[in-house]
C-alpha cells in the first residue's frame, strides 16, 4: 500500500526565517510524481511544488524548495524567508503513474504552520 | 479563467436527508475527481469519473454515496440519508488529461450533518 507520512503535525516559524516540513513516503513503484499542497484557511489547496520522481535535481519555486531523497523515500520542503502568508496547513502527496495513466493523488495528513511576526 | 467551481460552499443537513453536492471543473476539463477531507486529515480519495463514465471508485463508500459527471453540466456527488460520520469538506479536482496533467482543486464544500 502506498502510504505518506507527515511527522509534524504543527511547526512555527518567525518571519523572515527559514523552516522545513517533513515528509516520507512508501511505495514499490518507480514511477510518481511528489507535491507540495498548500492549505490556507480559505480552505483552497494550492500547489506549492512538484518533483518528478525520475529528476535528480531538487525542484524550487521562488522561496520554496524541496531535498528530494529518493533511496530514502523523503520529499521535505523547505520555505525560506518566510511571510506571513505562509501560514496554512501543508500537506505532502504523491501519484503513481503506470502504462500511460497515473493513480491517484495520495496525501499526508498535513503540517500546520504558523508564521509569528 | 474561472477555476474549479464548487457550490454550495457549506452545507447542513439533518441526519436521514440528503445532500448533494456541485462541482463544475475548468473549463475543458473532462476528469473529475472527489475527495474527502476529514477534520485533522489530509484529502482521501473518492472517486475519478470522465464524461459520463465513472472510472475508479475505490475510495467510495459502498452504501449512500453515488457520483455523476453527466455530459452536459457539473459533477454531483451525492449523499443518501446523511449521518454525522459524513461532515467533512468535500474537494472537487479535475484536469484535462489522465496522465502527467497536475490537478486543480475546488474550493470544497463543507458537509454539517446535525
Known amino acids: 500500500a502506498q502510504t505518506v507520512t507527515q511527522s509534524q503535525p504543527e511547526m512555527s516559524v518567525q518571519e523572515a526565517e527559514t523552516v522545513t516540513l517533513s515528509c516520507t513516503y512508501d511505495?514499490?513503484?518507480?514511477?510518481?510524481?511528489l507535491f507540495w499542497y498548500k492549505q490556507p484557511p480559505s480552505r483552497q489547496m494550492i500547489l506549492v511544488i512538484r518533483?518528478?520522481?525520475?529528476?535528480?535535481q531538487n525542484a524550487t519555486e521562488n522561496r520554496f524548495s524541496v531535498n528530494f531523497q529518493k533511496a530514502a523515500k523523503s520529499f521535505s520542503l523547505k520555505i525560506s524567508d518566510s511571510q506571513l502568508g505562509d501560514t496554512a496547513m501543508y500537506f505532502c502527496?504523491?501519484?503513481?503513474?503506470?502504462?500511460?495513466?497515473?493513480?491517484?493523488?495520495?496525501f499526508g495528513k498535513g503540517t500546520k504552520l504558523s508564521v509569528k511576526p | 479563467n474561472a477555476g474549479v467551481m464548487q457550490n454550495p460552499r457549506h452545507l447542513v443537513r439533518r441526519r436521514g436527508q440528503e445532500a448533494r453536492l456541485r462541482c463544475s471543473p475548468v473549463?475543458?476539463?473532462?476528469?473529475v475527481y472527489w475527495y474527502r477531507q476529514l477534520p485533522e486529515e489530509g484529502l482521501k480519495f473518492m472517486v475519478y469519473?470522465?464524461?459520463?463514465?465513472?472510472?475508479?471508485e475505490s475510495g467510495m463508500p459502498k452504501e449512500r454515496f453515488s457520483a455523476e459527471f453527466p455530459k452536459e453540466g457539473p459533477s454531483i456527488l451525492r449523499i443518501q440519508q446523511v449521518v454525522r460520520g459524513d461532515s467533512a469538506a468535500y474537494f472537487c479536482?479535475?484536469?484535462?488529461?489522465?496522465?502527467?496533467?497536475?490537478?486543480?482543486f475546488g474550493n470544497g464544500t463543507r458537509l454539517t450533518v446535525t
Open positions: 479536482a479535475s484536469s484535462p488529461a489522465r496522465y502527467n496533467s497536475p490537478l486543480h
Open positions: 511505495t514499490s513503484e518507480n514511477n510518481y510524481y
Open positions: 518533483q518528478e520522481a525520475y529528476k535528480q
Open positions: 502527496a504523491f501519484i503513481l503513474y503506470y502504462g500511460g495513466s497515473q493513480g491517484n493523488l495520495i
Open positions: 473549463k475543458g476539463h473532462s476528469h
Open positions: 469519473l470522465q464524461k459520463e463514465n465513472i472510472i475508479d
